[in-house]
């Protein structure tokens, strides 16, 4: 019985180790200018998510300096981060989930 346990737990980790987790790619790549909830050197998620969609989160984190000119600002601080497309929509998912918080 335990053998079985211990296989189906590295099985389902294997699986999993594709998938990037929003709040790890967070913790990893933008704590450091951007909080959930409070200022930051960049805004909080809650900010972004009341202002953004999914598609323009993901679209900044591709390119910040073509959408802050899209959006009308003057400037981005914002670096061009270097991310796999799971782990953008994973953390564009994590952004989006603090709309309304």
Partial sequence: MKKTVLIALF?????SADEAD?????ETY????HHQTAV??????????QKRTYEEIKA????PESMY???GYKRTVMTKLKLTDKEREA?????ISYKGK
């Fill in 91 to 95: 953390v564009a998912a994590y952004v």
């Fill in 69 to 71: 000119k899209a959006f």
């Fill in 11 to 15: 099985v389902a980790s294997i699986l």
């Fill in 30 to 33: 933008c704590w450091g200018c």
């Fill in 40 to 49: 930051a050197f960049g805004p909080p998620f809650n900010e972004i998510a």
């Fill in 22 to 26: 929003g709040k790890t790619v967070f």
């Fill in 60 to 63: 900044y984190i591709i390119d």
